[in-house]
């Protein structure tokens, strides 16, 4: 099994993610396992997380230090067919997946918003060990890189730092600017090793030069060769080598360089001796090596060398959970950052954008965005257009008289089943007040349960 696999016995578990509160963007994202829980219950207060039992049911609390949040702004309900969000009494209403709501049945990703607070609810695994309740803070990894509320790629850091004080060679793959060379830093800085982290952007070296820049020359060993130089793979004698972009090594290179892996040694231009040299070696690609391997554009023994431990880093698309974490590290790193607020449909936009070039594409948007942001908060007009525009069309506002255009009948249906689902676990299957909810008789709600093949008493406590 690779790095990047989950192992067929870790189950998906509910968990709750507070990715982050606009007015306090630098306030840490938890992330709450419900496992073991009945009930989530929401309100505005100084940050904390109780649990307890309260008339025999498991309750967690989260108090959240959102001035726009009500001192009550409902609940989580576990039932037979999901979690069920309840906010009947709240000033303004709950926001799941851009639409108001009082009440619904959450799916697998569901972005809910409450006050200015964003969450969002996952039923995936997560890593061996995870504490019910963890910040930031709390998160484990010994490098800020190596933080993720991601089951999966925490379980993967957790192996890249146990393998760090070792020799083993490790190789990234991702798509561009999923944060590579941060891990290989971070591999690095875990490692113990006394010399330099050098990168090598494999496809940006010049064919002609790239042995001497490389492996390093003496003063006249080719035209320009004005003075000793000790290349790049000398100048991280007793630290790491990254090369990222490897397989864009040209054949002749990748010959020169299985030497030193094989021997450890480098041979300068101009040199006829071999100078031996201590590297770790982490490489990384967006290519697929082993295609390469068999179409003969990438030495098979060099691969063979390269093939430590493998690591594949997700897109941000699929990291949603660490957007909070991710945006408020950024922050702290561009000029300005620290003291910028988000609008809710800044942040609203940016968990519902598909970040096709990653965490790059989401650095380069943050720091425009700060720099246009003169009075201090994000809207979503500094953000690029392609980040502004919604998911789906819009349909167009109703008018008084008219109810505008109806939903289509399998819609209606699944809108309708959604809601009996939601007020029946709400009421613990009491059908009577289910009627009253939908201000219908009991007769018409069992005929829903029928049609749809729910059982009241799977909703009893």
């Known amino acids: 099994m690779g790095a990047g696999e989950v192992s067929p016995a870790a189950s998906a578990r509910p968990q709750l993610v507070l990715i982050a509160i606009c007015d306090l963007p630098h306030a840490p994202s938890s992330r709450h396992l419900l496992d073991d829980v009945d009930e989530v219950r929401f309100g505005r207060g100084e940050r904390a997380t109780v649990r307890s039992q309260i008339d025999g049911r498991r309750v967690l609390e989260l108090r959240i230090p959102d001035r726009r949040m009500s001192a009550d702004h409902g609940r989580l309900v576990h039932g037979p067919s999901g979690w069920v969000l309840d906010d009947p009494d709240s000033k303004n209403g709950a926001v799941v997946d851009a639409t108001i709501t009082r009440r619904c049945v959450l799916a697998d990703g569901a972005v809910v918003e409450l006050g200015h607070s964003f969450f969002v609810f996952r039923e995936a695994p997560v890593e061996a060990h995870a504490a019910v309740d963890a910040d930031d803070a709390g998160l484990a990894g010994g490098a800020p890189a190596l933080h993720t509320y991601d089951g999966a790629l925490a379980d993967q850091f957790a192996t890249l730092e146990r393998i760090a004080p070792t020799g083993v060679s490790v190789l990234l793959q991702g798509e561009t600017g999923t944060g590579k060379e941060l891990v290989a830093r971070a591999l690095h800085d875990l490692s113990g ?36 130089r000790l290349g790049l793979v000398r100048s991280a004698d007793g630290g790491t080598l990254f ?36 590297v770790r ?57 620290a003291d910028v607020r988000l609008a809710p449909s800044a942040l609203r936009a940016l968990l519902r954008h598909d970040w096709m070039l990653n965490i790059r594409e989401l650095e380069k948007v943050l720091t425009t965005a700060v720099a246009l942001a003169t009075a201090g908060v994000i809207e979503a007009a500094h953000l690029p257009e392609a980040l502004r525009r919604p998911a789906a069309p819009a ?67």
Not at 250 to 269: D, I, K, M, T, Y
């Open 193 to 228: 090793r006394s010399g330099a982290f050098v990168a090598v952007n494999c496809g940006a070296l010049p064919a002609s030069l790239i042995e001497a820049e490389l492996f390093g020359h003496r003063r006249g060993a080719f035209t320009g060769a004005v003075g000793e």
């Open 243 to 278: 090369l990222d972009e490897v397989g864009e090594l040209p054949a002749a290179s990748q010959a020169a360089f299985l030497r030193v892996l094989q021997e450890r040694e480098v041979v300068p231009v101009g040199v006829d001796h071999p100078i031996k040299v201590d």
């Open 281 to 337: 070696l982490c490489a990384a690609t967006l290519r697929d090596l082993e295609a390469l391997v068999d179409s003969g554009q990438f030495r098979r023994d060099l691969y063979a060398r390269l093939f430590g431990l493998t690591m594949v880093l997700p897109p941000l698309r699929d990291r949603r959970v660490d957007l909070g974490l991710l945006t408020r590290r950024l922050l702290a790193r561009i000029t300005g950052g």
């Open 395 to 461: 349909a167009a506002p109703a008018v008084a008289g008219d109810p505008g255009p109806s939903p289509p009948a399998r819609d209606r249906q699944d809108e309708l089943r959604d809601q009996l689902v939601g007020l029946l676990t709400i009421h613990e299957g009491n059908v009577v007040a289910v009627s009253r909810a939908l201000n219908t008789r009991r007769a018409q709600v069992y005929r829903w349960l029928r049609r749809f093949g729910l059982e009241v008493k799977a909703f009893r406590r």
